[in-house]
């Protein structure tokens, strides 16, 4: 009963959190919708709502890319001068998130390319600091179960491809679907997948070897 | 959101942390679906630590901050918005009327386009020249052979002549041709053979000089220089080659070629306004006033249609002929209009 009653608590938290990270609600699909056909028919303020919605999101799945600051600046001023200049030729969309995703990555890796760098992804780099939690109470799970679960996570992400790690991102972080997913990297649906089930399989396999530790944490899991 | 009931007892936390409906019901608020994995954390209590884990896993990646780079949002908008003031200038000033001149460019190239292909149009094909009763015309075929028309004659040919296929004219009257050789030396090709279409035959040659008169139902060939080939097709099909100097005369409606008394320098004298009367009844001669100049004559006194003459007259006019056969025949020609009716003085 008492285990019932701290999701429930759990489940207060994470809905007031949510609407802080998340940049896009579906809510807004409809908007963006607006606002894009707006653009498109030459409204430069709606193009610069579209930029003001999307800075942080796309600012920060290009961050993954590259830590280079000013790489990213230029990519986003690269991609929003040139949705200005085709606005007549850009087609209507299902998802404004996910055609500026899209152009936005390819924009991106075409830069890097150019410098010749290696096309890498990183994850879990930013961590929340003291003060930020993951937004559940403390008391069901202990500081140091927390830190090694994240140890064993950060561990396995390393074992993965750049390709995975982006994939393992775009699905848990943006919330995106399959389709979505081998749409923006243009790969098959079936090649996502794939990919998927290597990360999985990556993670399964690195775990095997910390079993013994797990059982260790479930034992110290603290319950009241 | 319905749940497929799994067999939980395999999962670890990697299976949970792959499973649609676990994230679902962590990422997506919906009551249900929490209730259901509640429900299922209380039945398999060994699984609540990999459960956990996964959750936390989802949380950690999905709960990531934003990043929050060092550069300046508004500042980088700014630098956008010149970016598109300047590119607008550009269009508003430059492409745009480039845009203008470029479509009007096309716009009247395109009207040329079409003005010079309905020239073409109306000029493709034949080309066709013809002399009236008297008058007597030099033409220049592409191939720089020359025509010489008699009067009342015509002829047309294609207008361009390909270089691999043989030269075509076609011919109705009188005419003298100075063939263009054009044959490489001891390479003799289709191409290069010169073909006059006149009554039902062809007269295939190279470079030559020759007289063609088609009169009458009755043509006659007079080659003066190189070679001739007379060949008629169908029915009453021959071939037969010409010589220099021979004169030979077809009759259509007999199919008949025979030799002729005439000699082939005496049947081009025309072309140098003469009229050679050798071998020349004087109804030939009527008939030459008929068909060159365009009298109707009624001969009245029929005897004196076989008679003979010798000799050159000057034919630059049907007058010189009239007068010659006045003279020398002793007639009496009298005129209405262009009917002309001779009789015995």
Same mark, same amino acid.
């Given at each position: 009963?008492?285990?019932?009653?701290?999701?429930?608590?759990?489940?207060?938290?994470?809905?007031?959190?949510?609407?802080?990270?998340?940049?896009?609600?579906?809510?807004?699909?409809?908007?963006?919708?607006?606002?894009?056909?707006?653009?498109r028919?030459?409204?430069?303020?709606?193009?610069?709502?579209?930029?003001?919605?999307?800075?942080?999101?796309?600012?920060?799945?290009?961050?993954?890319?590259?830590?280079?600051?000013?790489?990213?600046?230029?990519?986003?001023?690269?991609?929003?001068?040139k949705?200005?200049?085709?606005?007549?030729?850009? %087609?209507?969309?299902?998802?404004? !998130?996910? =055609?500026l995703? #899209?152009s936005?990555?390819?924009? @991106? &890796?075409?830069?890097?390319?150019?410098?010749?760098?290696?096309?890498?992804?990183?994850?879990?780099?930013e961590?929340?600091?003291?003060?930020q939690e993951?937004?559940?109470?403390?008391?069901?799970?202990?500081?140091?179960?927390?830190?090694?679960?994240?140890?064993?996570?950060?561990a396995?992400?390393?074992?993965?491809?750049p390709?995975?790690?982006?994939?393992?991102?775009?699905?848990?972080?943006?919330?995106?679907?399959?389709?979505?997913?081998?749409?923006?990297?243009?790969?098959?649906?079936?090649?996502?997948?794939?990919?998927?089930? %290597?990360?999985?399989?990556?993670? !399964?396999? =690195?775990?095997s #070897?910390?079993?013994?530790?797990? @059982? &260790?944490?479930?034992?110290?899991?603290?319950k009241? | 959101?319905?749940?497929?009931?799994?067999?939980?007892t395999?999962y670890?936390?990697?299976?949970?942390?792959?499973?649609?409906?676990?994230?679902?019901?962590i990422?997506?608020?919906?009551?249900?679906?929490?209730?259901?994995?509640?429900q299922?954390?209380?039945?398999?209590?060994?699984?609540?630590?990999a459960?956990?884990e996964a959750?936390t896993?989802?949380?950690?990646?999905?709960?990531?901050?934003a990043?929050?780079?060092g550069?300046?949002?508004?500042?980088?908008?700014?630098k956008?918005?010149?970016?598109?003031?300047v590119?607008?200038?550009r269009?508003?000033?430059?492409?745009?009327?480039?845009?203008?001149?470029?479509k009007?460019t096309?716009?009247?190239?395109?009207v040329?386009?079409f003005?010079?292909?309905?020239?073409?149009?109306?000029?493709?094909?034949?080309?066709?020249?013809?002399?009236?009763?008297?008058?007597?015309?030099?033409?220049?075929?592409?191939?720089?052979?020359?025509?010489t028309?008699?009067?009342?004659s015509?002829?047309?040919?294609?207008r361009?002549?390909?270089?691999?296929?043989?030269?075509?004219?076609w011919l109705n009257?009188?005419?003298?041709?100075?063939?263009?050789?054009?044959?490489?030396?001891?390479?003799?090709?289709?191409?290069d053979?010169?073909?006059?279409?006149?009554?039902?035959l062809?007269?295939?040659v190279?470079?030559?000089?020759?007289?063609v008169?088609?009169?009458?139902?009755?043509?006659?060939?007079?080659?003066?220089?190189?070679?001739?080939?007379?060949?008629k097709?169908?029915?009453?099909a021959?071939?037969k080659?010409?010589?220099?100097?021979?004169?030979?005369?077809?009759?259509?409606?007999?199919?008949?070629?025979?030799?002729?008394?005439?000699?082939?320098?005496?049947n081009?004298?025309?072309?140098?306004?003469?009229?050679?009367?050798?071998?020349?009844?004087l109804?030939?001669?009527?008939?030459v006033?008929?068909?060159?100049?365009?009298?109707?004559?009624?001969?009245a006194?029929?005897?004196?249609?076989?008679?003979?003459?010798?000799?050159?007259?000057?034919?630059?006019?049907?007058?010189?002929?009239?007068?010659?056969?006045?003279?020398?025949?002793?007639?009496?020609?009298?005129q209405q209009?262009?009917h002309?009716?001779i009789?015995?003085?």
């Open positions: 009963m008492v285990f019932i009653f701290l999701l429930s608590l759990k489940c207060k938290t994470f809905s007031a959190i949510s609407h802080l990270n998340q940049q896009y609600q579906p809510g807004r699909m409809q908007d963006d919708k607006d606002i894009w056909d707006a653009f028919s030459g409204d430069e303020s709606s193009l610069q709502m579209i930029f003001d919605r999307y800075y942080t999101p796309l600012f920060n799945y290009g961050h993954k890319f590259s830590a280079d600051d000013h790489l990213i600046e230029d990519a986003l001023q690269d991609l929003f001068v949705l200005w200049k085709n606005r007549k030729t850009i %087609k209507d969309t299902e998802s404004v !998130r996910n =055609y995703y #899209k936005f990555r390819r924009v @991106l &890796l075409r830069m890097l390319e150019v410098q010749q760098r290696k096309y890498s992804f990183t994850v879990l780099d961590w929340p600091g003291p003060g993951l937004g559940y109470d403390q008391t069901l799970i202990s500081r140091e179960r927390l830190e090694s679960i994240r140890g064993n996570l950060l396995a992400l390393e074992k993965m491809t390709r995975q790690r982006e994939i393992i991102h775009l699905r848990y972080y943006e919330e995106m679907e399959y389709e979505e997913i081998a749409a923006l990297m243009q790969l098959s649906v079936s090649s996502t997948y794939k990919l998927v089930y %290597k990360a999985i399989d990556t993670l !399964r396999q =690195y775990l #070897k910390t079993d013994l530790l797990i @059982l &260790l944490a479930v034992t110290s899991l603290k009241i | 959101m319905e749940h497929q009931h799994q067999d939980y395999q670890t936390t990697t299976t949970f942390f792959n499973d649609e409906q676990f994230i679902h019901h990422l997506k608020w919906d009551d249900a679906a929490i209730a259901y994995w509640e299922l954390s209380g039945q398999y209590p060994d699984k609540r630590a459960m956990e959750r896993w989802i949380l950690l990646l999905n709960r990531q901050p990043y929050h780079p550069t300046d949002k508004s500042q980088l908008w700014k956008i918005a010149n970016h598109i003031a590119d607008e200038h269009q508003q000033h430059y492409y745009k009327p480039l845009k203008l001149v470029a009007w096309a716009a009247a190239a395109a040329l386009l003005m010079i292909a309905v020239r073409e149009m109306a000029t493709h094909g034949e080309k066709s020249f013809s002399t009236t009763f008297g008058k007597h015309e030099q033409v220049i075929l592409p191939d720089e052979s020359v025509v028309l008699n009067g009342n015509a002829i047309h040919y294609a361009s002549w390909k270089t691999d296929k043989p030269r075509e004219i009257g009188e005419a003298y041709f100075e063939v263009k050789h054009v044959a490489i030396k001891n390479r003799l090709q289709q191409s053979s010169f073909q006059v279409h006149v009554s039902d062809s007269l295939m190279l470079g030559t000089k020759f007289n008169r088609n009169r009458r139902s009755i043509t006659e060939i007079s080659l003066l220089e190189g070679s001739l080939r007379i060949e097709n169908g029915a009453g021959f071939v080659i010409l010589r220099p100097g021979d004169a030979f005369m077809y009759d259509s409606s007999k199919q008949l070629l025979t030799a002729m008394e005439r000699k082939a320098p005496a081009k004298a025309w072309t140098a306004n003469e009229l050679d009367l050798d071998g020349y009844t109804q030939e001669i009527l008939d006033l008929e068909d060159n100049y365009g009298y109707q004559i009624t001969l006194t029929p005897a004196l249609a076989q008679k003979r003459l010798t000799g050159t007259v000057p034919a630059a006019n049907a007058n010189d002929i009239l007068f010659v056969i006045r003279k020398v025949f002793n007639l009496k020609i009298s209009a262009n002309l009716t009789s015995q003085n």
